[in-house]
């Protein structure tokens, strides 16, 4: 079973942003059956920089078309980008040092903020990007 499950609820309806919410959710699924397996960390160290790769590029994206449009509220969608990309590169250096382990408080960690993030900070700027013709 996933640790989370995309469903329409998730939905920013606005395609492309979609598709990398779903990626995003796959690896995050990925890391979730690798530690549930008990794989090492020859395993699940490249899955988490997968995870941290793949969000950089999903995060660049967004805030180069918000920034593009003048969505009013950047600065704060911004900073709760920039504001994860530090937690999860930090961890990922202490994973790497042997100082920290992938566990299930992390894995919920990464599903409530990628859920929060997602019905709330980015559900915000889809009428926005509708009204600009992004679909």
Do not use: C
């Amino acid at each position: 079973m996933p640790l989370i499950t995309w469903n329409e609820s998730l939905s920013v309806h606005i395609k492309e942003f979609d598709e990398h919410h779903k990626k995003i959710l796959k690896l995050l699924n990925g890391l979730f059956d690798a530690v549930s397996a008990k794989k090492g960390s020859t395993v699940i160290e490249p899955v988490i920089g997968e995870l941290i790769d793949y969000t950089r590029y999903h995060f660049t994206a967004e805030e180069k078309l918000l920034n593009k449009l003048a969505f009013p509220w950047i600065s704060a969608h911004e900073h709760e980008h920039k504001d994860l990309i530090a937690k999860i590169v930090d961890f990922q250096k202490q994973f790497k040092e042997g100082k920290a382990m992938v566990d299930l408080a992390l894995l919920n960690f990464l599903k409530e903020w990628l859920t929060k993030h997602i019905m709330g900070t980015d559900k915000k700027y889809s009428p926005f990007l509708k009204e600009k013709g992004v679909s």
